[in-house]
Nanobody, 126 residues
Framework: QVQLVESGGGLVQAGGSLRLSCAASGRTWSTSIYAMGWFRQAPGKEREFVATIRWRGSTTYYADSVKGRFTISAVSAKNTVHLQMNSLKPEDAAVYYC?????????????????WGQGTQVTVSS
């Protein structure tokens, strides 16, 4: 099993920045995970893809809505993934979830992710 724990959410003004972190642990972690990603879900909306990073090779993928503003990175020695969010907009407000997948396809599809964190709230005031 793999456990994911997010941190770093909070309240920020529009235009500000936040950094989310996701710490992974578990007996099978190092041998089974292909990629880690972030998704978000605003009230009344479906959970949507934000960004993902391949655990080996560090290739990254972003949703169009966050390209140029968000950066996903991994610290493999600490089994940690970060999401640096800059130039935040009110529409970025949501619960942000860390997720991990053992598959190499459909990295933007939430249904392809096997493990999920509990979520962390990001609120952006205008």
């Amino acid at each position: 099993q793999v456990q994911l724990v997010e941190s770093g959410g909070g309240l920020v003004q529009a235009g500000g920045s936040l950094r989310l972190s996701c710490a992974a642990s578990g007996r099978t972690w190092s041998t089974s995970i292909y990629a880690m990603g972030w998704f978000r879900q605003a009230p009344g909306k479906e959970r949507e893809f934000v960004a993902t990073i391949r655990w080996r090779g560090s290739t990254t993928y972003y949703a169009d809505s966050v390209k140029g503003r968000f950066t996903i990175s991994a610290v493999s020695a600490k089994n940690t993934v970060h999401l640096q969010m800059n130039s935040l907009k009110p529409e970025d407000a949501a619960v942000y979830y860390c997720a991990a997948t053992t598959r190499s396809i459909g990295l933007g599809n939430r249904n392809e992710y096997d493990y999920w964190g509990q979520g962390t709230q990001v609120t952006v005031s205008s």
